[in-house]
């Protein structure tokens, strides 16, 4: 059965290597039928800093907007860069304005536990990578993964949450840069 499926797009640069990707999964998606959305962080006119926790204010519309659409998802996918081993600066600021208390968890009183609001959708995290897949595994911890997968998305209740390691992008040649953008397109296709 077809998804509603939302692409995001954790970068500033639209005109990349990782917007090829995002298209790539949008075209398969839309090909097997699925329902589809994309929001590019960079084209987004909102303040990405929550100066010291989540803000009291209210959000830019174009803030309320990606909360409409990530509540219309099935199936969330982002695809982003590692930076300095972690998620980039412009997701981190979009995570930390949208997904509030309210809207993605409530923490209970008097209770170490929370209710997953986001529960009921799962998330495909395509990820670049400069560095050897083994080298950020193993000798740095993956802390990018950790940081989406574990604190951020399966905190609120999204799952399963899967990754897709790209790279590393450096020195790629073209053929090599052809076929993950085929792997990508396949797994639009698959829905997942």
């Not at 059965?1 to 954790?10: A, N, R, S």
């Not at 083994?134 to 911890?141: A, E, H, L, Q, T």
Request: proline share 7%.
């Amino acid at each position: 059965m077809p998804k509603k499926i939302l692409v995001i797009l954790g970068q500033p640069q639209r005109q990349s290597y990782g917007g090829a990707l995002a298209q790539a999964y949008i075209d398969g998606a839309k090909q097997a039928g699925a329902e589809v959305k994309e929001l590019y962080l960079g084209d987004l006119k909102f303040n990405p800093c929550a100066a010291g926790g989540p803000p009291t204010g209210e959000l830019e519309p174009e803030l309320l907007h990606a909360q409409a659409a990530i509540k219309w998802a099935e199936h969330l996918v982002f695809v982003y860069p590692i930076w300095w081993g972690t998620i980039p600066a412009l997701l981190k600021g979009f995570i930390e304005r949208v997904f509030l208390p309210g809207f993605a968890v409530n923490f209970r009183k008097n209770s170490p536990l929370w209710d997953k609001l986001l529960s009921g959708r799962s998330a495909r995290l395509i990820v670049t990578l400069n560095t050897p897949s083994w080298v950020y595994r193993w000798y740095f911890g993956r802390p990018g993964h950790n940081t989406m997968k574990k604190t951020i998305l399966q905190f609120c209740g999204i799952t399963p949450v899967r990754i897709t390691e790209i790279g590393p992008i450096k020195d790629s040649t073209e053929e090599k840069r052809k076929k993950w953008l085929q792997q990508v397109h396949l797994l639009g296709t698959e829905q997942s």
